[in-house]
């Protein structure tokens, strides 16, 4: 039977605090993922025709009975094994019910989720089942793989957390910070994974934005006072905003200055640029508050060329030294060149490049090309180009890219056949 | 970032696996130890998540070429051309990062006794720029 937005909701909702309810009562973080899945599956089935009092007591209880049957047959597995007879189920048992909020279990599930031990891939998985919800097929269609492939990953990942001791606890306070870091870039990844996606499977990729942005404000619901939670709803919002411009009817990428502005999700906007103000305003910046920062300014500008570049510029300014990274000192160039003129921004782009990590990166011929274009140089801009297409990975973007050597270089006509 | 990792032989690598075969040099043992490596390492890929999917191929004279003539497509047998080098097999991948495929990519040809070659998959995803 099919569901209705509203009880796909309730379940989401109800999955990572069914599944924290569980693992703080009987740890067994693996089996107890396992039981959640087959009481939200039974639930499904079910509540079309009669919606429990209390769904999340009825989720709870299914689920614990099932895990009950886990543990038995995992008992007499070990029976048989001879290996560990002596674990019961009373040894799960560890910390007492009830004395911590429901939300900070799914606070800690996210944590598990995202523990150090994984690979961003299984941590990605792993979060979209547990605390996202999502069945083994939904995730494996929404990252184009077969289900087999999610299924081991899942497994697998699980395996990892338990034998690294995976304590239903929040991290040490030392431990804190990078953990939340890693919780951000795992949310991020999911709406960079749904959001890149082009025409053919925009369908279920966008679903995981929408997934991405339901897992971005839980967190900021269980922690409102980090700036970083805040600033990278905002930046989901922001980009997820211009989705519809982005993509042009057959698919083909539209660049950002050629972008329709009228195709913007306005709403999304609006929240995003106050998250941005709320941010910023507790002076604690961080590289998802300032690319945010940097979006509300593309968000609030009427054209391409009223954007405010020079304010763009000093935001790049900032990210560039916080973070590290020479993709961002690649933008900076971009902004730099709308400032003082592409001959600078030529030269920054000389400068990133240096950086070993961007080695043979196709962001850099992009760039540069651009920029050759912009100064009139359109045989080196072509070529350039050319580097780019060859040197990407999107099929999208090397349609772009040839589009653009093309067009800026357009070939000479053939000779006359004498 | 998925990859597709793809081995080669020459035409004659089909004819030394065959068991019994004329000009089988590999004893019955060493092609059954050889199968079981293989599974083993399809096995690990599996379990770690990072198994799309993977096949060897059938002996080359089942190959069947189709061409266009005319606008229409027309299938032949072959080409029967004395060809150095094949597809055997081939696998893809879907890894971390381009180190983990390489380092998978070095234990597959340890596997082989070939060399093997590693190409990145496109991807329909393309960035905003």
């Known amino acids: ?418 | 970032m998925k990859y597709m990792i793809m081995t080669f032989g020459d035409e004659a690598a089909w004819d030394t696996l065959g068991l019994g075969g004329t000009n089988a040099t590999w004893s019955e043992e060493e092609v059954a130890e050889h199968f079981a490596a293989m599974g083993a390492f399809y096995a690990d890929l599996a379990a770690s998540g990072e198994m799309v999917t993977g096949f060897g191929l059938a002996d080359p004279s089942h190959t069947v070429t189709v061409e266009l003539r005319d606008g229409r497509p027309v299938a032949s047998d072959g080409p029967y051309a004395e060809a150095k080098e094949v597809l055997a097999g081939f696998g893809i991948i879907d890894v971390a990062s381009h180190d983990r495929a390489v380092e998978l990519a070095g234990r597959f040809a340890a596997l082989v006794q070939t060399r093997v070659e590693l190409r990145p998959v496109m991807d329909g995803a393309g960035s905003e720029l």
């Open chain 1, 1 to 418: 039977m099919e569901l209705t937005p509203h009880l796909e909701g309730l379940l989401r909702e109800l999955a990572p605090r069914t599944l924290g309810v569980l693992v703080r009562r009987y740890g067994h973080f693996d089996l107890a993922e396992d039981a959640v899945q087959e009481a939200l599956l039974a639930a499904s089935t079910t509540w079309p025709d009669a919606l429990p009092d209390n769904p999340a007591g009825w989720l709870t209880t299914v689920a614990t009975r099932r895990l009950t049957d886990l543990l038995r047959s995992e008992q007499a597995r070990r029976r048989r094994e001879h290996t560990d007879a002596s674990r019961a189920l009373s040894t799960a048992s560890t910390s007492p019910d009830g004395h911590a909020a429901e939300e900070d279990d799914s606070l800690i599930l996210l944590f598990l989720c995202c523990h150090p031990a994984l690979t961003p891939p299984s941590q990605l998985a792993l979060t979209l089942r547990a605390v996202g919800g999502l069945s083994t097929a939904e995730i494996a269609s929404a990252l184009l793989l077969p289900e087999a492939t999610i299924t081991r990953r899942i497994t697998r990942a699980k395996q990892s957390v338990v034998a690294d001791g995976g304590r239903f606890q929040l991290p040490q306070p030392e431990e804190w910070r990078r953990r939340l870091d890693v919780v951000l870039h795992v949310i991020y990844l999911v709406f960079t994974e749904g959001h890149t996606a082009t025409a053919g499977d925009e369908l279920v990729r966008g679903d995981l934005c929408a997934e991405a942005l339901r897992l971005g404000r839980l967190l900021r619901r269980l922690l409102p006072h980090e700036p970083e939670v805040v600033g990278l709803l905002a930046q989901m919002l922001l980009t997820d905003a211009r989705r519809e411009a982005r993509t042009g009817q057959d698919g083909r990428l539209v660049p950002l200055a050629e972008q329709d502005r009228a195709r913007w999700d306005r709403a999304a906007i609006g929240e995003g640029l106050h998250l941005v103000a709320e941010a910023l305003a507790r002076h604690r910046p961080g590289p998802y508050q300032l690319q945010a920062a940097i979006n509300a300014l593309h968000a609030e500008a009427a054209t391409y060329q009223e954007t405010d570049w020079p304010q763009i510029l000093a935001l790049y300014g900032v990210l560039d030294a916080l973070a590290d990274d020479p993709v961002v000192t690649l933008n900076r160039a971009v902004a730099l060149a709308q400032v003082e003129g592409p001959h600078a921004g030529l030269q920054l782009v000389q400068r990133a490049a240096a950086d070993p990590r961007l080695a043979g990166h196709h962001r850099v011929h992009a760039v540069r090309a651009h920029l050759l274009r912009e100064s009139g140089r359109s045989t080196e801009a072509a070529q350039e180009y050319r580097i780019a297409a060859q040197r990407t990975l999107s099929t999208p973007e090397r349609t772009y890219l040839l589009r653009q050597a093309a067009l800026t270089d357009p070939p000479a006509p053939s000779a006359p056949v004498s």
